[in-house]
């Protein structure tokens, strides 16, 4: 997995990004810069810059994040090299758009395995433990100042799709590392006893039981709510179910990214 989350980076580089002089910030923006401004090649700027990461991780950070990083930061340039660049498509907006949701994908897939490319990573992580500043604003800072660079080398427009293209990044990223897998968690409150609502429902479900005192609801006094789990494909059903176990039941739903554990307790609150 972590081989292959590399080939995603350098492919979405190498295809979409380079071809097009559009360098959506980290230390692979900073080797598009330089190869568009200087000629040198992609994937030793990228060794260049993770090099000199590397010696600030070891300085500033601890040797875990060190090791972390290690790998990554040697393997990704060549991935770099290995890959030709080549210009995939020719319309700007469809590459950067295409390139952001590869590369997205590709730092999705390190950060589930808890790895890093090493690079501009590192800057954030000394930030957030010398300055207290959250990791994820430090690199944004960090990437929109690569993105400036964009400029004086390829226009104003490309700076405008280098922004862009972090804005799609952040957004898939975050998608992919909330899961595909989601989930629908309801919680109802009934006038029927929840073991009857529990054998209306089925038995092929997750579910939890907590007691509640009730402010507003059925009465006023204590009674169960029952919070259940289930694949969002299943929920319009289990509401049919439930609607036609209980026409006055009150239900409120929430998305659910994840779900861990087998069952859930019953509690007091």
Sequence with gaps: ??????????????????????AAGGATGLAILAQELFGWPLFLTTLGVNIIM????AIFLARETVLRILFGSFMLPVMLA????????????????????????GIAL????????????????IFKKYFNLKAPVGLLIIDICVSFGNIFTAGLEAFVYAVFSIVITSLIMNYIESGFNRKKTLFISSNISTTELKDALGH????????????????????????????????????RKVLAADPDVFITVSDTASVHGGFF?????
């Design 54 to 57: 590397l010696i600030l991780a």
């Design 110 to 125: 390190l950060y589930n395995i808890d790895a890093s490319s090493g690079g501009t990573t590192v800057p954030p992580l």
């Design 204 to 239: 092929d479900l997750s579910y939890g039981l907590t007691v509640i005192p009730s402010r507003g609801g059925f009465q006023d006094s204590e009674q169960e709510l029952l919070m259940i789990v289930v694949d969002t494909q299943e929920y319009p059903r289990f509401v």
């Design 265 to 269: 307790n019953r509690q007091q609150i």
């Design 82 to 105: 290995i890959i030709p660049q080549t210009k995939v498509v020719n319309d700007t907006l469809f590459a950067v758009i295409v390139g952001s949701a590869i590369f997205a994908a």
């Design 1 to 22: 997995m972590f081989l292959g989350a590399l080939f995603l980076i350098a492919m979405s580089i190498n295809f979409f990004f380079s071809p097009h002089n559009i």
